[in-house]
Nanobody, 124 residues
């Protein structure tokens, strides 16, 4: 599966931004999709994940209550990450990822397919 992420940009602290990840190729219901982020000099870290059928979601503690991952019903084979109450520490390159086995591990190496990153910058 090929992934295409979009929607990054510059936003003030407290603001909102929505990222989108479009998948092409054969996407099965058993797929999991995830968002990771990587700040300069830091390792890539797990943000959120969703089973392709949309019924199971996971979140990192750092974003729980502020971010939401969901199927994008307006677009075929796409998921979005709604980011609210953004903080300067959310600044990073955000990546979408996919895997076709059960579970949503937080380790980046466990994910098979990656989209290109999209930069999110939160100013204070």
């Amino acid at each position: 599966v090929q992934l295409q992420a979009s929607g990054g940009g510059l936003v003030q602290a407290g603001g909102s931004l929505r990222l989108s990840c479009a998948a092409s190729g054969r996407v099965f219901g058993s797929y999991f999709m995830a968002w990771f982020r990587q700040a300069p000099g830091m390792e890539r870290e797990f943000v959120a994940a969703i089973r392709w059928n949309g019924y199971i979601t996971y979140y990192a503690d750092s974003v729980k209550g502020r971010f939401a991952v969901a199927r994008d019903n307006a677009r075929k084979n796409a998921v979005y990450l709604q980011m609210n109450s953004l903080k300067p520490e959310d600044t990073a390159v955000y990546y979408c990822a996919a895997r076709n086995v059960p579970g949503a591990p937080t380790g980046a190496a466990e994910w098979d397919s990656w989209g290109q990153g999209t930069l999110v910058t939160v100013s204070s």
